[in-house]
């Protein structure tokens, strides 16, 4: 009996030693495996279509593109975080690897201080880092070389591990391509920053950098800064950004009409209210700079742009924090906008997700005779359109006059087909008139010829905002590690769109991905319904308060002379009346905003516990339900 019983022990040591064996043996094959199982709801940890498509065209190449990483190992000179972030980036280049069927390869190395790897390097371009623990340099970089191209990411950081893919997929797209095309950006906005001058410098003030996203579009492209004023764009210029063309003149318009019947591609990004615009602010630190348009191309085209209304949308905004000790309040100007706002069958905008427009304008209008409008983003049925400065200054006023429309604004919108000129009478100017020559064409005497239709089909890109590409609206900038990490969909957004008209679209993928958040959707349509049910209750107390508020006043202002701070009877009764009744009304204008709040809250914190602990509950159930089960039927033996 105790024989059987040691036996009975040994086996089962010797069973849990050989299972013990088996899942190390099978995580050890598994891990070397260049198969990957990836569950996630958007294959974040797979190699992305784009990707792929630009590692086949690696595959088919003759020549192997050579990747030289570089990470410091020996002596633990990468931060804890760096490290594991090191193994990471391995296993995506590994991945890379297998995906160009062996012509990407991969070398590794460790640069110690003073080594030949240390040389080569900074050779290659990867800057050393200083490990924030100990103070002593590191290296965490790669280069891309196909010659006679090499590309660097000079230095890798966890705080852009989202942006991993992209990079590496943009790297090795860039080493691919053998001339850069030409992309000309027409603003009056510093975006391609500002020089610093000495007598501002006394004064306090600083140059500015570039916006990231001028500095990520000269990574790709040749970038050529276009005048305000110019008569004529460059025929080298394909594409063309014009970013918020705050009074554009007749004469720029024009330009910019022959460029798009020639064949140039425009993206031109309107707004209803610029923030980015600061030149001018109001002295009570608010934004007085206005919208921008370009009246007579969009009136050629037979649309219409509105600069003086924004879009307020209940569903897509939220409350912000104002000034500091504040609690945050309404703006439903800022659109914070889903998947379920964009276009989602198109190559650029259907993988755009978590778009932040704030003080957008609302395209309307009949396109024009052998034009096609696609709407590409749009606002909720739940919207209306206000008045931008007062959305800008009162978003609660906003809010509690707020009466849904029922229409879903088109915030960027697409224009394809046959471009009519906007100016029949030829060059705003022209001292002559245009005769007509050959193939739909005028030619103007003194200034030459000019187009009266365009020839191909045309693409013309209207947005209502331009602060969508401005860095506080899109990016959040580490300035003493020189990174920037995006924190919407903005900037992937603008990217993908260039790179679609003008670059490699195969990278729309891979940066898409980046940039994807899941925000609680259901919460967002629940606290809209909520807001509309106490909408009524809070026009209505709001309207007698400033009922009342308007009566006292007129009862004060008609005391005269030694009557200044007296009252007669009868408006002494009255007044009083009316603070009591101002009073009560504000009371309950508070009460019913309180209930309001604290139905939002509850709601907020219902979902979240059922997303939280929902799944362990359900895991535990099920598992308490087949202990039972089997307990059941062991019985039943």
Same mark, same amino acid.
């Given at each position: ?10 086996f089962?040591?010797i ?12 995580? *050890? ?27 086949e ?114 790297? &090795? ?44 579009? !000269?990574r ?5 800064? &276009? ?23 007749d ?34 630190g ?84 052998g ?9 909720s ?10 959305a ?34 030829? !060059? ?13 064409? !005028? ?19 209207? *947005? ?9 609206f ?51 349509q ?7 049910? *106490?909408?009524?209750?809070?026009a ?24 200044? *701070? ?11 009346k ?42 535990a ?17």
């Amino acid at each position: 009996m105790k024989q059987s019983k040691f036996q009975a022990l040994m086996f089962s040591a010797i069973g849990v030693a050989v299972a013990f064996a088996v899942v190390v043996l099978f995580n *050890f094959v598994i891990s070397r495996s260049p198969v990957r199982l990836d569950l996630t709801e958007n294959q974040m940890h797979s190699l992305s279509d784009g990707t792929r498509q630009i590692l086949e065209r690696v595959a088919k190449s003759d020549t192997p593109v050579i990747v030289n990483f570089y990470a410091s190992q020996k002596g633990n000179r990468l931060p804890p975080m760096e490290e594991v972030y090191a193994r990471q980036v391995e296993d995506l280049l590994t991945g890379f690897a297998n995906a160009s069927k062996g012509m990407l390869r991969v070398k590794k190395f460790d640069p110690q201080p003073d080594s030949e790897e240390e040389d080569a390097a900074r050779i290659d371009g990867v800057e050393p880092q200083v490990n924030p623990q100990t103070g002593e340099p590191y290296y965490l970089g790669l280069s891309i070389t196909l010659d006679p191209q090499k590309v660097a990411v000079p230095a890798l950081s966890v705080q852009r591990d989202r942006l991993l893919e992209y990079d590496l997929a943009r790297a &090795v797209s860039q080493v691919l391509q053998t001339t850069k095309p030409i992309i000309g950006v027409m603003t009056p906005l510093p975006a391609f920053g500002t020089p610093s001058n000495p007598m501002m410098m006394r004064m306090g003030q600083q140059g500015s950098d570039p916006w990231v996203f001028i500095n990520e579009l !000269k990574r790709d492209f040749d970038v050529q800064q &276009v005048g305000m004023e110019v008569d004529a764009i460059d025929p080298k210029i394909n594409v063309l950004l014009v970013i918020h063309p705050k009074d554009i003149s007749d004469k720029a318009q024009f330009a910019l009409d022959q460029f798009v019947l020639r064949g140039g591609r425009l993206v031109a990004m309107l707004d209803g209210m610029c923030l980015a615009d600061n030149r001018n602010p109001n002295p009570m630190g608010f934004n007085m700079a206005g919208g921008s348009t370009m009246p007579k191309l969009l009136k050629g085209w037979g649309i219409e742009f509105d600069t003086a209304k924004v879009v307020a949308d209940a569903q897509y905004s939220r409350e912000l924090a104002t000034q500091a000790g504040r609690p945050p309040a309404p703006a439903p100007a800022f659109l914070f906008l889903t998947k379920d706002a964009v276009a989602q069958g198109d190559a650029v905008f259907g993988q755009s997700d978590n778009i932040l427009l704030p003080f957008a304008g609302a395209f309307t209008g009949k396109p024009a005779d052998g034009l096609k409008q696609e709407v590409l983003i749009h606002s909720s049925k739940d919207s209306q359109l206000v008045d931008g400065m007062t959305a800008q200054l009162n978003g609660q006023k906003v809010m509690d006059d707020f009466n849904p429309s029922g229409i879903e604004y088109a915030l960027a919108i697409r224009l394809t087909g046959k471009f009519k000129t906007a100016f029949p009478d030829g !060059k705003p100017g022209d001292a002559k008139p245009a005769e007509e020559g050959k193939d739909g064409e !005028k030619k103007d005497e003194a200034k030459g010829d000019w187009l009266k239709e365009s020839k191909a089909e045309g693409i013309v890109y209207l *947005f209502g905002d331009s602060d969508l590409i401005y860095d506080p609206f899109c990016v959040q900038i580490n300035r003493m590690m020189r990174l920037a990490m995006p924190f919407n969909g903005n900037l992937a957004l603008g990217q993908n769109l260039v790179e679609q008209i003008a670059g490699d679209s195969s990278l729309i993928g891979a940066r898409s991905r980046a940039t994807v958040q899941r925000p609680f959707t259901v919460v967002l349509q629940k606290k809209a319904e909520a807001e509309k049910r *106490f909408q009524a209750e809070i026009a209505r107390f709001q309207k007698e308060a400033d009922e009342s508020g308007a009566r006292i006043s007129e009862i004060q202002s008609k005391k005269e002379g030694n009557q200044k *701070f007296i009252l007669s009877p009868e408006a002494k009764v009255e007044y009083e009346k009316l603070k009591k009744k101002q009073v009560e009304a504000n009371r309950q204008l508070r009460n019913v905003r309180k209930e309001l709040r604290q139905e939002v809250e509850a709601l907020e914190f219902k979902s979240k516990l059922v997303n939280i602990v929902g799944m362990p509950v359900i895991v535990a159930g099920t598992g308490i339900g087949l202990a039972i089960a089997r307990r059941r039927r062991t019985a039943a033996r």
